[in-house]
């Protein structure tokens, strides 16, 4: 039991170690942040999601979505980029969606 615990373990760390954020150190007395990607201003304290689909703070912007990372080889995933989601569907038939078995972010 233990051994599969610990291979459970190690079959979890490598998704951990892709989702994506991006730090960014504060100054003291700052009043507002710059988001790097939109190049827009926002205040200390505020929240919110870029055009490369990140939620972000004036200290860190992270991924707002999950990469699927196994899914049935007669499908495709596909990002929506306005809904910042991948859509799982089959290959052949884009209105059949698909069951992920794991994925990765968020």
């Known amino acids: 039991m233990k051994y599969l615990a610990l291979a459970l ?12 954020c991006y730090f960014e150190l ?5 009043t507002h942040c ?9 205040p200390v304290g505020s929240s919110w999601r870029n055009s490369k689909c990140m939620d ?3 200290a860190v912007c992270c991924d707002a979505y ?4 196994a899914f049935p080889d007669d499908c495709v995933s596909v990002f ?3 809904a910042c989601v991948y859509i799982v ?3 052949d038939d884009p ?10 972010g968020k």
């Open 56 to 58: 972000c703070n004036c």
């Open 26 to 30: 504060m100054k003291p007395g700052m």
């Open 66 to 69: 999950s990469t699927p990372g």
């Open 34 to 42: 710059q988001d790097h990607v939109d190049k827009t201003w926002h």
């Open 95 to 104: 209105t059949v969606e698909c069951p992920i078995y794991a994925a990765v």
């Open 89 to 91: 569907h089959k290959k």
């Open 9 to 20: 373990l190690l079959c979890a760390l490598p998704s951990l170690s892709t989702a994506a």
């Open 80 to 82: 929506d980029q306005e």
